[in-house]
């Protein structure tokens, strides 16, 4: 008997950060940073499970977690070794489900859950082969990557030759890049001085604090006031000097006038990037609003629903930085597929991170980014927040501003057993304590 | 004491539509129709219900009524003359929601649900007005029109003056022009004569049906197989002959350069539209396809995310045929915005209508627009499909290839008790027995 996926068994868990005001910004005054966490059982008997989960924050995780559950029998009973060796028609198996479709297509809670289960699926993948996921996608051949991408709805930027070309090209360095990577990690910035809801004091503190541990960029957010973000920024600036980098995030509060106008008013202050000036849908105002304040970089991806939404921010020369995230889009492969839209363009990949294990997964696609996609760290850093990290078996380790590539097999995306069971929503002792 | 809102009840309501192939097209080869319903109860002892619905194609249903369950909390125990005196508050209290925003935003699942919620409500303040809702909109000044709109991420290309200047143009010939409508009723064109699982012979008697039924539009599902599509519009244009209009629908089957190609092949046979020829989320693709294939007009809208796209597809010139729909958006509120923007960009608004109760719906919306927005019939026809109108208690009635006004207080999207009853999922007779 060949072995076969068994279960799908979703959780919903919930932190309570908003007591703090962690990660509060202009559009998300009070988030409790929350995960639709799954885990993928087989009946091979090697003792190894998948995990993986979508990020969100509170109301409606328990939604997010039904909506795993609703893909679990496209799921259960799948042949376990046919499925690991063509990841490519898994994620199509989920994404064109042709009644499931009709609730996005490929946005909003179904996408992120299919993104949940194809990340899981990779850990079990990743695990098994005794590689950390980052190492094992290194390893894959061109062809073997490209299997991995649905073109469709990308031929008119990217088409499967074209792509197949990028990773040729980054064939021959691989080797050397996963050395340097392994010896000196992947750059970072911290938005840990940044979040509205902090005072001066604290955020001048932060900052103080982020210098130390090495990093040289950070991140502050802003748009809820101008004269508050002018006198934040002025602050940072201050306390970091001309030489480091401080991006700028306004969570999608402005239209494309105000947009233009707060960044010119932040501008005297040098932000290295804006991120998400307004609607992540909006591809023509970004590009509009990257015209009007060039040569100021406009940054965005977070909340990208999917990657022809991607597509076509780098088509319309919208975005000079794209934050691809972990969990929005659907897991690994679409994720791929953003990293090859990104390097056709020239567009550096900073990825979005914090959150809960955002940190701990999107690593491994910048690494492997590096190694065999873009080949290259030029202008390149993952975000990093210092939150949530002790309930991962395998957490991030930042070494002087620096993400050290993981070794563990796996996506680093096991959550501790004791953290399922505390933060259990709404049943678990964080919650009723 | 004055009344609230006491309880959102939902109900996942599916038609077992596949067995027939009714239906059937490119991207869906067997669909459920399906509805996540939802009942919205008062305490003001007046025997008025608000009822709404969002529409799937079967499996999802269950978590679209679960979306809808999801955002009860906010609506249950808020205050009913308030409530509905403010429908623009109402709207927004929905929609921003800071930590059910993440979900989407704006977009999927919970944007439906919000639909299907909104909706009910507008049902319910049309029938205690004792008015259909097309009139109750009509009846509107312009200022509480522009009320009900957010104009969030639109004023780059629609601000509140630039939509009361549109609104107060049209002022002048609303009482003739719903004068006109009750006499004459709303075109429409049928879908019926072209699902793509029906045989030849199936499609042309459906085609000489809708002729003798009075339509002078019909459309054809294509974007399966081009020789197919070749000889199934050949039947159509040789049946309807040179004056019909026939328009196709693909389904967002094609990547660019696919659909240049397969419009063109199309073109000898006259489509007056194409409608979805790639992604829904692709902006810049329709742009590029109406450019190539012009003077052949490209119509979209039915799986368009909300009014943010919407502007884009105007802005971009990609769309000469806007295809609201119902239940996609976030409701009524939101489809006026869409009508706005329409109108701002002198682009007909054609709905989408067919599946379970949307023409019951989306006739109202299309009324309004032309006694109070639009204020013009011209290029302008609401599908109609001739499924499951018996299900309703206020159906709609066609008189000769066109809608009748609506006369019965509500939104005419009040389901039949016994129907809830029998085509409850899983556990209803239709489905058991």
Redesign the interface.
Known sequence: MSPSIVSVEAHDVRFPTSRMLDGSDA??????YSAAYVIVRTDAGDGHEGHGFAF?????N???T??IA?LAPLVEGLPLDDTLADMGAFWRHLVH????????????????AIGALVNAVWDLKAKREGKPLWKLLADLTPEQIVDLVDF?????ALTRDEALSILRGAAAGRAEREEHLRANGYPAYTTTPGWLGYDDDKLARLCKEALAAGFDQIKLKVGADLDDDIRRMRIAREICGPDVLIGVDAN?RW???VAVEWIRALAPYDPCWVEEP????????HA?IARAVAPIKIATGE?V??R??V??LL??RAIEVLQIDATRVAGVNENIANLLLAAKFGVPVCPHAGGVGLCELVQHLAMFDYVAVSGSLDGRVIEYVDHLHEHFLDPVVMDHGRYRAPTEPGFSSTVRQDTLTTYAYPGGPAWTG
Chains 1, 2 share one sequence.
Request: proline letters at 7%.
């Open positions: 559009m998300n005054p009070d988030p409790d969100t924050i509170g109301r409606g328990d939604l997010q039904a909506a609703t489900d042709s009644q499931l479709r009709w609730l996005g297509p490929e946005k909003g809670v179904v996408h992120m469709r709805y990308l031929t008119d999608q239209d494309t006038d307004t609607s992540p849908d909006d591809i023509l105002a509009e909340h629903q999917n022809v939404v597509k076509q088509q319309a």
